[in-house]
């Protein structure tokens, strides 16, 4: 396995942060996952944030940066190619009506591109979850087609309903919640990957993968009722090293 | 049980946070002042976890429908009792029927009203801060009700500790930031030596500063905050996130608020003079 050049940095008294190179791409972050789960296996008091090119550990202590720093430097040395990170694949369907999508038209005729294209476009790849933030369970995906990059609007709105996909330069992503937002938003997803009522209320990790499905509004309203009612669940896949 | 005829401007119940869901993009929550909060839950026997409520600017009216104690620490909001002044950093022994409201802000921003037992209101993910969409309120209304856990039998103590938290200090006492160095000598020196006023931006989730720096191109790809970062935006504005900011963001970290720092910035408020003290 390559091993990177990392930079071990103080983050206040009581968290220390890692950096990776600055670079999006999937080889960085699996090494960031195999290296937190090192961690993890060495000492579990602190939380650890993964993000594209970075982990973030926290704790609720002050901690003694130059000690904490050489023991990891001694666990990144280690060689624990070995370690499996578990990841998951999770279908999650979108609904692309223009009701929903308020700016598909709009973003159609910029973008040259007609409506069936853009939704091909969108549901075909298998997206990366680089960074879970901003909003609880609020996912920043890599891998959207390039055809597809476009800025985000000049004016934020105030309120985007909850559910809401939409596209924002390079990324895409769900509203988790009803939020303020600068997206183009180009559909709706009925289901919640945040959901408090859930014993796990976010079942989506930094480097799961994302595949979204086209269904039509009345199997978007099917599914907002599968979801208020508890009986709806994601399908989901385990995924190993070898296929990811 | 505690019924709320006013609600204040922004009154929430808040324990000392949410943890262990960052990853998952929750922010933390928690009391502002953890330093007020904490010594409140203290004076009356509880554990410094338990959960109060955190009242800012102006206070509300409750109408309490049994006995407990109470103690308010943090900001002096002229509290009373039945009408009559009562003081921050005693403990009171409320009868039923009582009515706890407040007066004039006179010092500070924020205060902390712990009951005998803490507040008993909903758990989510592991905390009792109220933090919206994630439980069901976000901030006090009038007409609702508070209820208060089984209390224990506690002896006030007669000697009551002091607090050390001196709310007119404007000295923040910070770390370096993870791109403190992006800064050069000169950029560094406006940084530290710089007075500078709160905005009216100005919540639960982030304090900016009016003056405006140099503008900047550096960016970093999205990655952790912490309550207390202080951001840097390409604009050249600061940005110190509070408690309930996201946990993730792109703008460069440059400075660190210690604790006693986050609580005290907490009880700042619209135009107050702040200065930032390099601990090394």
Known sequence: MDKFKLEYRQ?????????????????????????????????DTFELIPAYNSLTLISTTPIDFKSLTSRLKKVYKQNYTFEKIQKKLWHIPVCYDLDFGIDLEAFSLEKKLNIEEIIKF???????????????GF?????LNKTLHHPRRGVPRLQIPQ????????????????????????????VKVFNTNNENPCGVSVGDKIKFYPINKDEHELITIQVAAGIFHLKTYELDDTNT | M?????????????????????????????????????FANKLIGNPEKAAVLEITMTGPELEFNEETLIAISGAIISPKLNGNDIYNDEVYHIKKGD????????NGFRCYLAVQGGFKTETVLGSKSWYVSLTNYSHLQRGKTLEIAKRKEYKVKEHLPGMNHDFNNKELEVYKGPEFNLLSKDQVNQVLSGI?????????????????????????????????????????????????????GGYPRILQLTEEAIALLAQKRTDEEIIFSLKE
């Open chain 2, 99 to 106: 009515m706890i409201s407040f007066g004039k802000l006179k």
């Open chain 1, 122 to 136: 969108h549901s075909e790849p298998l997206y990366t979850i680089y960074c879970i933030g901003f909003l609880p």
């Open chain 1, 163 to 190: 559910g809401s996909v939409g596209i924002g330069g390079e990324q895409t992503g769900i509203y988790p919640q009803e939020s303020p937002g600068g997206w183009n938003i180009i559909g709706n997803s009925p």
């Open chain 1, 139 to 143: 996912m920043y995906l890599g891998g």
């Open chain 1, 11 to 43: 983050y206040g008294n009581k968290a220390l942060l890692i950096e990776w190179p600055r670079m999006v791409n999937e080889a960085i972050l699996n090494d960031i996952l195999k290296f937190k789960n090192a961690i993890l296996q060495e000492i």
């Open chain 2, 2 to 38: 505690i019924q709320i005829h006013k609600p204040g401007f922004y009154s929430s119940i808040q324990d000392l946070g949410r943890f262990e869901y960052r990853d998952k993009g929750v922010p933390i929550s928690g009391v502002m002042d953890m330093i007020s909060a904490k």
């Open chain 2, 196 to 248: 500078f006023n709160v905005a009216k931006e100005n919540s639960r989730m982030a304090y900016q500063l009016k003056q405006q720096l140099f503008p900047h191109k550096y960016s970093i790809l999205t990655s952790s905050t912490l309550p207390g970062t202080v951001q840097f935006t390409p604009a050249g504005k600061l940005i110190i996130l509070m408690k309930d900011a996201q946990t993730t």
